[in-house]
Antibody, heavy 123, light 109 residues
Framework: EVQLVESGGGLVRPGESLRLSCAASGFDFSLYSMNWVRQAPGKGLEWISYITNSRKTIYYADSVRGRFTTSRDNAENTLYLRLASLKADDTAVYFC????????????????WGKGTTVTVAS | SVLTQPPSASGAPGQEVTIPCSGRAPDIGSNSVNWYQQLPGKAPRLLIFGDYRRPSGVPDRFSGSKSGSSASLAISGLQSDDEAEYFCAIWTAGLSGWVFGGGTKLTVL
């Protein structure tokens, strides 16, 4: 079964750091680009980061650039997100999502999602 | 926001509802639009990719279309299970990332 499982969320104080993990199984993780997407309580989806399968290209949303760092370990089938200098506005459920491409349709899409891990930033 | 959706939509069981997603012509016109369904408390699920294509397992009651600077998700034969939030999304080279619409909460009356 194709699956993504996030972990590492919790309650942290403003200014602190945290590392999230996303364990992939059921597919060849090393072939796929991956994303992190978050959702603040009662709000919509916000894409925050993308990393290619080779790690050569990493993109960040303006809201997290310079504070969050995405990495991956293809040998361990795991995606990571390090969150630093956390603010109350970073409180959200963090999802990892697989990035896929259909050559036939020439379309990119996020087709596999984890259930998410919750990060709460509060003093 | 780059993509605009109405915050809410509703329809009676059995009816058809259409959810629009509008943006600038260069954004929507040049990029394929994807749609996601998010049931309460759940992770998003890919519903439509490449403007109108359905992944396997998605009922044909769900259909996507695009024209000019707007895209639409149509849901026919509404069921109570369709109550969810629906998001459109595109990949924009200009912003080097994915952009989501604000989401439309669908209520089945």
């Amino acid at each position: 079964e194709v699956q993504l499982v996030e972990s590492g969320g919790g309650l942290v104080r403003p200014g602190e750091s945290l590392r999230l993990s996303c364990a992939a199984s059921g597919f060849d993780f090393s072939l796929y680009s991956m994303n992190w997407v978050r959702q603040a309580p009662g709000k919509g989806l916000e894409w925050i980061s993308y990393i290619t399968n080779s790690r050569k290209t990493i993109y960040y949303a303006d809201s997290v650039r310079g504070r969050f760092t995405t990495s991956r370990d293809n040998a361990e089938n795991t995606l990571y997100l390090r969150l630093a200098s956390l603010k109350a506005d970073d409180t959200a459920v963090y999802f990892c999502a697989r990035n896929s491409y259909s050559g036939l349709q020439r379309a990119y899409f996020m087709d596999v999602w984890g259930k998410g891990t919750t990060v709460t930033v509060a003093s | 926001s780059v993509l605009t959706q109405p915050p809410s939509a509703s329809g009676a069981p059995g009816q058809e509802v259409t959810i629009p997603c509008s943006g600038r012509a260069p954004d929507i016109g040049s990029n394929s639009v994807n749609w996601y369904q998010q049931l309460p408390g759940k992770a998003p699920r890919l519903l439509i990719f490449g403007d109108y294509r359905r992944p396997s397992g998605v009922p044909d009651r769900f259909s996507g279309s695009k024209s000019g600077s707007s895209a639409s998700l149509a849901i026919s034969g509404l069921q109570s299970d369709d109550e969810a939030e629906y998001f459109c999304a595109i990949w924009t080279a200009g912003l080097s990332g994915w952009v989501f619409g604000g989401g439309t909460k669908l209520t089945v009356l």
